[in-house]
């Protein structure tokens, strides 16, 4: 089971972090990825990261001002957001893949997800 938390409604320019905890199963073998989706509009990938923490994945939109990055030990994954924008509203879900496998921007590839966190940015 995921959970994202960290949400909340920040003005542009601003910064938000975002927490994926996991529980119930361990997911420090297994990729991660953050998705969005914004009223009106299809989910889209965010940003992904191997097991490994080797590889990272971003969105194009959200290159240079998004981070992602895990805590195996902890069990939980991060996405800092910083330079946010307006069209950066929307809500945020993590998701994980099965273990051993790799990291993708594919909704499809992820068998996890959590809840998502509203992210709302304001002009």
């Known amino acids: ?25 361990t997911f420090s073998r297994s990729p991660m990825g953050w998705f969005r989706q914004a009223p009106g509009k299809e989910r889209e990938s965010v940003a992904a990261i191997s097991w490994s923490a080797g590889t990272t994945y971003y969105a194009d939109s959200v290159k240079g001002r998004f981070t992602i990055s895990r805590d ?10 910083n330079s946010l924008k307006p069209e950066d509203t929307a809500v945020y879900y993590c998701a994980a893949r099965k273990t051993f496998v790799s990291a993708t921007m594919y909704l499809i590839d992820y068998d996890y997800w959590g809840q998502g966190t509203q992210v709302t940015v304001s002009s």
């Open 72 to 81: 195996n030990a902890k069990n939980v994954g991060y996405l800092q957001m």
């Open 1 to 25: 089971q995921l959970q994202a938390s960290g949400g909340g409604l920040v003005q542009a320019g601003g910064s938000l972090r975002l927490s994926c905890v996991a529980s119930g199963r």
